[in-house]
């Protein structure tokens, strides 16, 4: 198996699915089939046009979106969905002026987040792609997250 530079990992809970970036798509990998054997294949690979940045799963581990760092302009600041099951591409959201540094899904897997550079947080419906509004910042958004119970207090 390659190594590949530059990566990250997210787990799912319970840990059953790993996903990794590296500089040219993603990798789903099975952790039963890493535990299993000495040297474990990605069970599902995504070719990303660009690096992507960050990667966050649905609550329900359907869906996987993907932040764009973009190998050029042309493509920096899209934030993809794919189908976790199939490995298809399901969106790409547009709506960033630059990187794409985090991305997240909402508790209930109805709203995924991407924040970027351009000092915003994009809320997006997870389910169409539509963008359903926007957040700013006063700095570049680095890492978010949503409260598990999607309530403040």
Not at 21 to 31: M, N, Q, T
Not at 86 to 92: E, I, K, N, V, Y
Not at 106 to 123: F, H, N, Q, T
Request: overall charge positive; some cysteine.
């Amino acid at each position: 198996m390659k190594h590949y530079a530059k990566s990250q990992a997210r787990f799912t809970t319970p840990a059953i699915i790993i996903a990794s970036i590296f500089l040219a798509g993603l990798l789903l990998w099975s952790w039963s089939r890493i535990v299993a054997t000495q040297a474990p294949q990605p069970a599902i690979s995504f070719t990303h046009n660009s690096l992507a940045r960050s990667v966050a799963f649905s609550p329900d581990r359907a869906l996987l979106a993907s932040g764009s760092w973009g190998a050029n302009n042309s493509d920096a600041g899209e934030v993809k969905v794919w189908d976790t099951r199939s490995g298809a591409l399901l969106h790409t959201l547009k709506g960033h002026t630059s990187f794409v540094n985090c991305a997240a899904f909402s508790p209930d897997g109805r709203v995924l987040a991407s924040g970027g550079e351009d000092k915003a947080i994009k809320l997006w419906n997870a389910q169409t792609g539509k963008l359903r509004g926007t957040l700013q910042a006063d700095y570049r958004v680095m890492s978010m997250t949503f409260s598990p119970d999607s309530k403040t207090r």
